[in-house]
């Protein structure tokens, strides 16, 4: 009889022999023959697409001064597929870099090979992270995850100029300001590329063929002198915070060639810095329209200018009032009994009076046609998002009441960009120039300034705007020593947005206005926003304009005692018959900034751990105390100038590195 263990041994093995052999088999065909499905499954493992972002272009000052760089930054990445005993490191890394455990540990147990646990970690969430031991002292971290190096974008400045700039979202799209509006020359081309993951899938290979695709942004150059930009935000932050105001906006201006040197509002923010109110962040010399008050009545005097009326014509004042369609029209004071007042007067007085008497003698037709020929109801493309193009109404719907009403500044809405091109017209004989905010890229076609007014007539309101800052004008206080000014005040009610009339506390101080007879021909606007107590503008937005005026003499070296040229070409224009009009306007006067300060420049050199910009020091030897400032203008320096003179020595030396808040010491002698 047969043995029952040995056939039933047998009858084992033959079955492990033909399930090994299965196995040997299936092993051959998936090591030998093809199949789609595993394929697939490795390429997906294995193999990947990867975004590789061009770094972003800068933004620079027209000296070439950068406003907006790029900084290396490092984020911290995860594969929890990877990551073990997840919920005792959920609660490491919400201690090392400030995160909610219950959120943390959500992100770990997602169900993906890829995920962001914190981006733009902080030098001191990275030391968190070593002194936690999640970084180990060779730099290598807790198998799962990984530090992933990426740009920042750095305002190096902060506060500077931020409302032009505007800023970027983490991933360095634009959101606000010329980061918007140039984001596609800024952000380059991102390109998609293969790349192979290694075994925690994180990219190691990249396809470099496609990878040299990538183009980096291009740079921007904007027309903002950034000297002279922090001079004025210092003023206007003074001048807000003197009045107790909601707000306040100061833009400088080449009138000759549009160039904005400086655009400043307050309150103000920093871009470095997330989270900040739209209401900070906005840019009201373009995106916010209102009344602009008496400042409208030299558009009105050249008006009536260019319809062949005389600064000498005269108009009764009805001593104080006058009725129009049933509504009464006052002085803004009612001790003001204004009788008989010439053209010149009635500017230099701001007479509500005269100037609607003067709107309903010019007629609606003309005025309104001088209104859109000014560029009010249009946007003035200076290139900023959110520009508003104001409203003038229209001409059909025009009655008595509202020309006389426009006449003195109520019933449209503008901007304060669309003023200051306005004025432009008045300091630099008559033409129309297209504000401008960019050098780079430079414009496919250059729109050129369009004749507005005789040169006769822009003299004219020049010299009644003069009449202002004289000691009987309104706008006294915005005279400086040694300088001529012309220029308006206004002071505009608002208009309560919950009873639609106009508000009796609620005001918009302004003055617009420029020097004369200089050669480089600027003109500056000023605004205070709903100030406290005092509110006038002769009070609040006239001292403004001063203190913007010396800073703007001081960067661009404008001369003290202006030529005589000026005052003989007026009267020569007054005397003639015929108006003097020039062919073209002169951008020869559209000078740059002194040459003398043109050698000795800060250049940005790099950033600290702490966020702080380092700068390069330049030889100042040979400046004048004034030519020095000019340079070190823009920085929280500490300046010690011991002397006088011109520049012997300094301390740091040419070529050091300095940060913000550091000390800079002059000593100054005269030459020998």
Request: glycine content about 8%; proline content about 5%; hydrophobic content about 40%.
């Given at each position: 009889?047969?043995?029952?263990?040995?056939?039933?041994?047998?009858?084992?093995?033959?079955?492990?022999?033909?399930?090994?052999?299965?196995i040997?088999?299936?092993?051959?065909?998936v090591?030998?023959?093809?199949?789609?499905?595993?394929?697939?499954?490795?390429?997906?493992?294995?193999?990947?697409?990867?975004?590789?972002?061009?770094?972003?272009?800068?933004?620079?000052?027209?000296?070439?001064?950068?406003?907006?760089?790029?900084?290396?930054i490092?984020?911290?990445?995860?594969?929890?597929?990877?990551?073990?005993?997840k919920?005792?490191?959920?609660?490491?890394?919400?201690?090392?870099?400030?995160?909610?455990?219950?959120?943390?540990?959500?992100?770990?147990?997602?169900?993906?090979?890829f995920?962001?646990?914190?981006?733009?970690?902080?030098?001191?969430?990275?030391?968190?992270?070593?002194?936690?031991?999640?970084?180990?002292?060779?730099?290598?971290?807790?198998?799962?995850?990984?530090?992933?190096?990426?740009?920042?974008?750095?305002?190096?400045?902060?506060?500077?100029?931020?409302?032009?700039l505007?800023?970027?979202?983490?991933?360095?799209?634009?959101?606000?300001?010329?980061?918007?509006?140039?984001?596609?020359?800024?952000?380059?081309?991102?390109?998609?590329?293969?790349?192979?993951?290694?075994?925690?899938?994180?990219?190691?290979?990249?396809?470099?063929?496609?990878?040299?695709?990538?183009?980096?942004?291009?740079?921007?150059?904007?027309?903002?002198?950034?000297?002279?930009?922090?001079?004025?935000?210092?003023?206007?932050?003074?001048?807000?915070e003197?009045?107790?105001?909601?707000?306040?906006?100061?833009?400088?201006?080449?009138?000759?060639?549009?160039?904005?040197?400086?655009?400043?509002?307050e309150?103000?923010?920093?871009?470095?810095?997330?989270?900040?109110?739209?209401?900070?962040?906005?840019?009201?010399?373009?995106?916010?329209g209102?009344?602009?008050?008496?400042?409208?009545?030299?558009?009105l005097?050249?008006?009536?200018?260019?319809?062949?009326?005389?600064?000498?014509?005269?108009?009764?004042?009805?001593?104080?009032?006058?009725?129009?369609?049933?509504?009464?029209?006052?002085?803004?004071e009612?001790?003001?009994?204004?009788?008989?007042?010439?053209?010149?007067?009635?500017?230099?007085?701001?007479?509500?009076?005269?100037?609607?008497?003067?709107?309903?003698?010019?007629?609606?037709?003309?005025?309104?046609?001088?209104?859109?020929?000014?560029?009010?109801?249009?946007?003035?493309?200076?290139?900023?998002?959110?520009?508003?193009?104001?409203?003038?109404?229209?001409?059909?719907?025009?009655?008595?009441?509202?020309?006389?009403?426009?006449?003195?500044?109520?019933?449209?809405?503008?901007?304060?960009?669309?003023?200051?091109?306005?004025?432009?017209?008045?300091?630099?004989?008559?033409?129309?120039?297209?504000?401008?905010?960019?050098?780079?890229p430079?414009?496919?076609?250059p729109?050129?300034?369009?004749?507005?007014?005789?040169?006769?007539?822009?003299?004219?309101?020049?010299?009644?705007?003069?009449?202002?800052?004289?000691?009987?004008?309104?706008g006294?206080?915005?005279?400086?020593?040694?300088?001529?000014?012309?220029?308006?005040?206004?002071?505009?009610?608002?208009?309560?947005?919950?009873t639609?009339a106009?508000?009796?506390?609620?005001?918009?101080?302004?003055?617009?206005?420029?020097?004369?007879?200089?050669?480089?021909?600027?003109?500056?606007?000023?605004?205070?926003?709903?100030?406290?107590g005092?509110?006038?503008?002769?009070?609040?937005?006239?001292?403004?304009?001063?203190?913007?005026?010396?800073?703007?003499?001081?960067?661009?070296?404008?001369?003290?005692?202006p030529?005589?040229?000026d005052?003989?070409?007026?009267?020569?224009?007054?005397?003639?018959?015929?108006?003097?009009?020039?062919?073209?306007?002169?951008?020869?006067?559209?000078?740059?900034?002194?040459?003398?300060?043109?050698?000795?420049?800060?250049?940005?050199?790099?950033?600290?751990?702490?966020?702080?910009?380092?700068?390069?020091?330049?030889?100042?030897?040979?400046?004048?105390?004034?030519?020095?400032?000019?340079?070190?203008?823009?920085?929280?320096?500490?300046?010690?100038?011991?002397?006088?003179?011109?520049v012997?020595?300094?301390?740091?030396?040419?070529?050091?590195?300095?940060?913000?808040?550091d000390?800079?010491?002059?000593?100054?002698?005269e030459?020998?």
């Amino acid at each position: 009889m047969k043995n029952p263990y040995k056939l039933r041994v047998t009858l084992l093995l033959v079955a492990c022999m033909l399930v090994s052999g299965a196995i040997l088999t299936k092993a051959a065909m998936v090591q030998i023959a093809s199949n789609p499905r595993l394929a697939q499954m490795a390429r997906r493992q294995f193999q990947s697409k990867v975004l590789i972002r061009p770094r972003r272009g800068t933004v620079l000052d027209r000296h070439g001064e950068p406003l907006a760089i790029n900084a290396e930054i490092s984020s911290i990445a995860a594969n929890p597929a990877k990551l073990v005993n997840k919920r005792n490191l959920a609660r490491l890394l919400s201690k090392a870099i400030d995160l909610p455990y219950a959120k943390t540990l959500q992100r770990l147990q997602e169900k993906r090979e890829f995920i962001w646990i914190k981006r733009h970690l902080t030098e001191a969430e990275l030391t968190r992270l070593r002194k936690w031991h999640i970084i180990d002292t060779d730099g290598d971290l807790v198998e799962g995850l990984w530090i992933v190096r990426e740009s920042k974008r750095v305002y190096p400045h902060k506060e500077l100029a931020a409302h032009i700039l505007g800023d970027v979202n983490i991933d360095l799209e634009g959101l606000e300001g010329i980061e918007l509006r140039m984001d596609e020359r800024l952000r380059g081309k991102v390109v998609s590329v293969s790349a192979v993951r290694d075994a925690f899938g994180r990219p190691t290979f990249i396809d470099a063929e496609a990878a040299k695709d990538v183009q980096d942004g291009e740079p921007v150059q904007l027309t903002i002198d950034a000297s002279l930009q922090f001079a004025i935000e210092q003023e206007l932050r003074t001048a807000v915070e003197r009045a107790q105001a909601r707000s306040g906006s100061v833009i400088v201006m080449d009138a000759v060639n549009g160039d904005i040197l400086a655009m400043a509002n307050e309150p103000s923010f920093n871009p470095n810095l997330k989270g900040t109110p739209a209401d900070k962040r906005r840019n009201r010399t373009v995106t916010d329209g209102y009344e602009p008050g008496s400042t409208f009545k030299a558009v009105l005097l050249a008006s009536a200018l260019s319809k062949g009326m005389k600064l000498t014509d005269v108009i009764w004042g009805e001593r104080g009032t006058f009725t129009v369609q049933g509504k009464r029209i006052s002085e803004a004071e009612s001790h003001e009994k204004f009788e008989w007042l010439s053209l010149k007067k009635l500017l230099m007085v701001s007479s509500n009076v005269a100037s609607a008497k003067l709107a309903l003698k010019i007629g609606a037709d003309h005025y309104y046609d001088t209104l859109r020929a000014f560029g009010f109801g249009s946007k003035t493309d200076v290139g900023f998002p959110g520009e508003i193009s104001g409203r003038i109404p229209p001409k059909k719907a025009w009655q008595p009441l509202t020309l006389a009403n426009i006449g003195f500044g109520q019933g449209v809405l503008v901007t304060r960009m669309q003023m200051l091109r306005a004025y432009a017209a008045f300091a630099n004989g008559g033409w129309l120039v297209k504000p401008r905010l960019f050098i780079l890229p430079e414009p496919a076609k250059p729109e050129p300034p369009k004749r507005l007014l005789s040169q006769k007539v822009a003299d004219q309101v020049t010299e009644a705007l003069e009449s202002v800052t004289s000691k009987d004008g309104t706008g006294g206080k915005a005279a400086l020593e040694g300088f001529r000014v012309a220029g308006k005040t206004g002071t505009a009610q608002m208009v309560d947005p919950h009873t639609g009339a106009y508000s009796r506390s609620k005001y918009i101080a302004s003055f617009i206005g420029f020097p004369v007879g200089t050669d480089r021909k600027v003109v500056i606007l000023t605004s205070i926003e709903e100030p406290r107590g005092i509110y006038y503008g002769s009070e609040t937005a006239a001292p403004l304009f001063r203190e913007s005026l010396n800073a703007v003499a001081v960067r661009l070296g404008l001369p003290a005692e202006p030529a005589e040229i000026d005052t003989r070409r007026v009267l020569a224009a007054e005397k003639s018959s015929a108006p003097a009009v020039q062919d073209q306007l002169d951008l020869n006067q559209a000078k740059p900034i002194p040459a003398a300060t043109a050698p000795a420049h800060l250049t940005w050199n790099s950033s600290s751990s702490e966020g702080q910009s380092v700068w390069r020091m330049p030889s100042l030897a040979g400046l004048t105390a004034r030519e020095a400032i000019r340079v070190l203008q823009g920085h929280r320096f500490k300046l010690e100038i011991q002397g006088s003179g011109i520049v012997q020595s300094q301390e740091p030396i040419q070529g050091s590195l300095l940060s913000e808040n550091d000390s800079v010491r002059l000593v100054l002698a005269e030459p020998q």
